[in-house]
């Protein structure tokens, strides 16, 4: 079973901590450096996002394996509004506070697995992944 | 916590800030108000913010040197970035972040002759 590590995003201090433990992890899974500095940015973009939108919630990093490809997995879980368009905020360029449009696209872009599972009132469930070469 | 403060040198008329530590967004947003104030004490002609340690720039932080930029840009300072590293290039631009507009630079070297040119033609141009 691989390693797993979890942060708890409640203000802009714990979005440093957040991307420091993946970026750490994907160093220690063997990941390149600009392959550490997608997952890095990425994580920083989704947790600027839970702090944004939803005030609070978690960012959990683990080592995943499939079809002997090792990879690195994020989940950004929280309890906040969720989001009511999907296929809106996925549109580059769409903003809804202080100009973070480029927040999930962008994440997007620089994952090779990207998830959104997201309910009204309830909150959402982000789960990305890079998977090593 | 308290925010972590850059220091910003001075060179004759060009200012170099050198950001060598994770900018969390306060300190970040602290770092943009204390450069537009040295700029306007020093009536510095330039200005070079130098991210050569810098190892990640979300768009939080691509946006603010964009805003930094933009606006001593408005007070008369022209503005140079240096040193970013390939993986941060590279991460910016997939992000969609490719902070048009501001000039960039090899290095803090390349930086300070391209801002003395600059500065250089624009005296020029005023007189």
Not at chain 1, 80 to 103: A, F, K
Not at chain 2, 3 to 14: G, M, Q, T
């Amino acid at each position: 079973m691989g390693q797993s590590k979890a942060a708890v995003i409640r203000s802009d201090l714990d979005i440093v901590i957040a991307r420091t433990l993946a970026r750490d992890m994907a160093r220690a899974l063997g990941f390149g450096a600009i392959d550490q500095a997608r997952i890095a940015t990425a994580v920083s973009e989704l947790a600027r996002n839970i702090f944004l939108y939803a005030g609070s919630g978690s960012v959990t990093v683990r080592e995943i394996e499939k079809n002997g490809r090792r990879g690195l997995e994020v989940v950004c879980e929280d309890q906040g509004p969720g989001i009511p368009d999907i296929d809106l905020v996925m549109q580059d360029g769409y903003s809804t506070s202080r100009g973070m449009g480029m927040g999930l696209p962008g994440a997007k872009r620089l994952m090779d697995d990207f998830l959104i599972d997201s309910r009204d009132g309830e909150g959402t469930i982000i789960t990305c992944r890079k998977w090593r070469l | 916590m308290e925010s972590v403060r850059i220091p910003i040198l001075k060179i004759d008329d060009v200012l170099i800030a050198s950001i060598q530590q994770t900018l969390h967004d306060a300190s970040a947003v602290q770092f943009k108000d204390d450069l537009l104030q040295k700029i306007y004490d020093t009536k510095a002609r330039g200005l070079i913010i130098d991210l050569t340690a810098s190892d990640i720039i979300d768009s939080f932080i691509g946006r603010l040197i964009s805003d930094i930029a933009a606006m001593a840009g408005l007070m008369g300072t022209r503005v140079v970035i240096t040193g970013l590293q390939p993986a941060v290039a590279i991460t910016l631009v997939e992000l969609g972040l490719e902070l048009r507009g501001v000039s960039t630079a090899l290095n803090l070297e390349k930086g300070l002759a391209a801002l003395r040119r600059q500065v250089e033609e624009s005296r020029d141009g005023a007189e």
